[in-house]
């Protein structure tokens, strides 16, 4: 067992999205602060509904697949397919782009906190126009492990020792990136270690308390990129505080990127024929 080490520490920055959500963006605010295969890592987090209540109105993607995790609150999916989630707190949305959808997310609270999650990850050149798809996944389906003295992980994608993915089949068996998600809390002085395939990028972002990270402390809103080397990722907490983080990691695709907004695609000429689409009213066909 090799544990993977911290190689660097950053932290996420302060945006807005959709219709002026405020949120923190760990990965993809600049196209460079990226992990294959994770394009995108939002989080948002608010108990004032002023960030949050005009929500993510109706938008388009194409090209790669989003995962919306709601740790508190409420929130309402809807798409051009006719498909409506209601999305509460535990709960997870896997929407496939594909070729093409247009969905809308929207906040179902007018108050109190509402936190949570939204990755973007991406679908090898082969798959990128595959017809769409979205499944709702309810907290009550998501694997959980308890941990000594209070901690717990939530696996919401792969396979760890603890607990097995609900996504199973055309959704997850036969995914290229091989994604591994999971919610992980571990309580003061304590540690876990997670078992991660050798072939898998990883990191994970801290939104609560502090991570352990050999001799420096990783804070929340700050993302800690491990090495490539090793097969374990150890989530540590400090003696005198917890730590409760979002573990990525995923087998790289090593293809070209070529992104417009919430299009990705490979080059630039499929990235000119989406925008044609969308503007033809035919992107989601």
């Known amino acids: 067992m090799t544990v993977r080490s911290v190689t660097r520490i950053t932290p996420a920055q302060a945006t807005q999205d959709g219709a002026g959500v405020r949120l923190l963006r760990a990965l993809g605010y600049q196209h460079q602060v990226r992990m294959d295969p994770f394009l995108m890592l939002d989080a948002f987090s608010s108990d004032d509904p002023q960030d949050y209540i005009a929500g993510f109105p109706a938008h388009p993607h194409r090209g790669f697949e989003t995962v919306t995790y709601i740790v508190d609150g409420h929130m309402r999916h809807r798409d051009h397919m006719g498909n409506e989630g209601d999305l509460k707190a535990g709960g997870v949305q896997w929407m496939t782009a594909g070729r093409g959808i ?51 992980i939530k696996l919401i994608a792969g396979t760890i020792p603890w607990a097995t993915c609900p996504l199973k089949g055309a959704e997850q068996g036969q995914r290229q990136t091989q994604p591994i998600i999971a919610d992980v809390c571990v309580m003061a002085g304590q540690s876990v270690d997670l078992p991660i395939p050798s072939t898998h990028s990883a990191l994970l972002y801290v939104f609560e308390g502090q991570l352990l990270a050999g001799d420096r402390r990783v804070d929340a809103g700050h993302v800690a990129w491990l090495s490539e080397q090793g097969d374990t990722v150890r989530v540590a907490a400090a003696p005198d505080a917890g730590v409760r983080v979002l573990l990525l990691a995923g087998k790289p695709l090593h293809e070209p990127i070529a992104q417009y907004g919430p299009f990705v695609m490979n080059t630039s000429e499929e990235i000119e024929q989406a925008l044609r689409d969308y503007r033809d009213g035919v992107l989601a066909q």
């Open 102 to 152: 247009i969905h809308e997310e929207m906040p179902q609270q007018e108050n109190g906190l509402l936190r949570g999650f939204q990755i973007w990850l991406n679908l090898p050149a082969g798959e990128k126009m595959q017809p769409a798809h979205y499944r709702d996944i309810p907290a009550s389906e998501i694997s959980t492990a308890e941990l000594p003295e209070g901690g717990f």
